[in-house]
């Protein structure tokens, strides 16, 4: 869905959405074959004062 709404707004051609998508399947193939590796998750936290807080929690084992 993402790649067809690039290709969809004119921000990449069909060729950059088919090679980052292989290299994004690529990755993840290789990276969960690994008995260690880096996880990425993503973090949306409500404080006590209100405020909303977003980001990318990262842990890693090498």
């Keep these: 869905m993402i790649g067809y709404s690039r290709l ?19 990755v993840g193939e290789i990276e969960l074959g690994q008995k260690r590796g880096l996880l990425l998750f993503p973090l949306i936290r409500q ?16």
Excluded at 47 to 62: I, S
């Design 8 to 26: 969809d707004l004119n921000r990449h051609r069909f060729t950059d959405v088919i090679i980052g998508a292989g290299l994004g399947y690529l």
């Design 47 to 62: 404080e006590a004062q209100g405020n909303t807080v977003y980001g990318l929690q990262v842990k890693g084992e090498f």
